[in-house]
């Protein structure tokens, strides 16, 4: 018997694809909502390759919402879900905040309409470190505790944290009707995870991140360099008060990131918490220049780099304090930064179509 049915949104996406292996590697049964607007249904193909399960998949928008009841209807025996589908761009989302508000805030109001419609009541949500904006303006707060109020400083940050308070209202809700009927109050509940930053690939080679646009994160860049599709990496700022003039950030691998996702819905099954937001990081920050020095490690040889000014938004540390998930959750992370640079660098060589290519034959012997 199966684990339970979980819906995951955005599945064909980077950290969703990687959450769908690890369902399916567990024994849950999987159902895929993605537009595509981010992301390949190739990813379907080698989560099969790795795990010998696919998922079913709908190519419908998290924005429609009568789609999206069909799926449910389809699937009686879904009992949870896992909410990946948004648009992640920070810089992008100031310049088209409307869009950005319709389908992060639309798209999971449509959702949880429809969780309410067909009884299904436990969601875990991908919320982001970029919740608590500047959080060096508590210095005693990092690194960051879930406690550390929360203060976004763009868009893309206020969807993430107006998500947060609508599914918050929603489950308590749900909870107060529950009780009025005479239910048990605790069916509904809530994982609110808010990453830090997410990195690296399979270990196989033939899964990692593909967007469909051009990347704007450090190691998806620092690989561009390593293969001569870009010349030099530019670093953003070399005047930060860290101990090498420049910007902390708490790098995850993903594999890491996909197991707390089974973690917290364990915990909500086991718990039945209400809402609750815990940290998924590793509690370790690295600078940019040690992140340089750690891709540049594994590739063999120098990267080429620039330092020009701070890039606008950018704080100076957000690494996480991840003890509660480590406690509550029983969940840690577990690879280094040197494996999310191997696994990060052995996807990036031997895939420079990213999944417009089939993978190489020796990773398939592997
Ligand atoms: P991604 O772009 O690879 O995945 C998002 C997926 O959602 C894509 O497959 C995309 O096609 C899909 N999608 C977008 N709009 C949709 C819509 N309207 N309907 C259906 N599907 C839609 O991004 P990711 O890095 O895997 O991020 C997944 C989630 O984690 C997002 O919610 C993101 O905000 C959050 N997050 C990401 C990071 C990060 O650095 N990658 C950090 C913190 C939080
Ligand atoms: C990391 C560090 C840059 C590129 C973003 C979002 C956040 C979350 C994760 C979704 C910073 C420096 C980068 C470059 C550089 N996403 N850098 N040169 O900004 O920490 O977080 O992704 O929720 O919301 O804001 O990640 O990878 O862009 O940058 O020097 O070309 O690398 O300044 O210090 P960031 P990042």
Same mark, same amino acid.
């Given at each position: ?12 996406? @980077? ?13 849950? %049964? /999987?159902? /895929?909502?993605? *537009? ?5 249904? /190739? ?18 928008? $998290?924005?429609? =919402? ?10 009686? %025996?879904? %009992? ?35 969780? +309410? ?14 919740? @608590? ?12 505790? +879930? ?6 400083? *763009? ?14 209202? =929603? ?7 529950? +009780? ?7 069916? !509904? ?5 808010? #990453?830090? *930053? ?10 990692? =991140? ?20 870009? +010349?030099?990496?530019? /670093? ?30 364990? #915990? ?6 209400? $809402? ?29 780099? =620039? ?9 100076? %540390? ?26 990060? !660098?052995? !996807? $990036?060589?031997? *895939? ?15």
């Amino acid at each position: 018997m199966a684990a339970g049915t979980v819906l995951v949104t955005g599945g064909t996406g @980077y950290i969703g694809s990687f959450t769908v292996l690890a369902l399916l590697e567990n024994g849950y %049964d /999987v159902v /895929v909502v993605d *537009n595509l607007y981010n992301s390949s249904k /190739v990813a379907l193909d080698r989560i099969e390759l790795i795990c010998g399960r696919r998922p079913a998949f709908y190519e419908v928008d $998290v924005t429609n =919402e009568s789609a999206l009841n069909d799926v449910f209807a389809k699937h009686p %025996d879904i %009992d949870s879900v896992i909410h990946f589908a948004a648009l992640k761009a920070v810089a992008e989302s100031g310049e088209i905040p409307l869009e950005y508000y319709r389908v992060n805030v639309g798209g999971s109001i449509s959702l949880l309409r429809c969780m +309410e419609k067909h009884n299904v009541s436990n969601i875990v949500f991908s919320s982001s470190a970029t919740v @608590y904006g500047d959080a060096t303006r508590f210095p005693d707060m990092i690194p960051i505790p +879930e406690h550390c109020p929360i203060g976004p400083t *763009n868009t893309y940050g206020r969807t993430k944290s107006m998500i947060e308070a609508v599914i918050t209202d =929603e489950i308590e809700m749900q909870r107060r009707q529950a +009780e009025k009927a005479g239910q048990p109050p605790d069916a !509904w509940n809530a994982a609110l995870l808010r #990453y830090f *930053n997410p990195c690296g690939a399979h270990p196989s080679g033939i899964m990692g =991140e593909d967007p469909q646009g051009v990347p704007y994160n450090l190691l998806p860049l620092l690989g561009k360099v390593a293969t001569g599709e870009r +010349e030099k990496l530019l /670093v953003f700022g070399d005047d930060y008060p860290s101990r090498d003039g420049t910007a902390i950030r708490d790098y995850i691998h993903v594999l890491d990131l996909a197991s707390g996702h089974l973690a917290a819905l364990k #915990y909500l099954r086991e718990h039945k918490p209400g $809402v609750k937001a815990w940290n998924l990081g590793s509690g370790r920050g690295s600078t940019v220049f040690e992140m340089i020095k750690a891709f540049s490690k594994v590739v063999g040889r120098d990267l080429p780099y =620039e330092i020009v000014g701070r890039r606008l938004g950018d704080v100076l %540390d957000l690494t996480a304090n991840p003890s509660l998930a480590n406690k509550e959750l029983q969940w840690k992370t577990e690879r280094s930064l040197e494996d999310a640079c191997a696994d990060l !660098w052995r !996807w $990036v060589e031997k *895939n420079p179509q990213g999944y417009r290519q089939d993978p190489p034959p020796e990773l398939l012997e592997a």
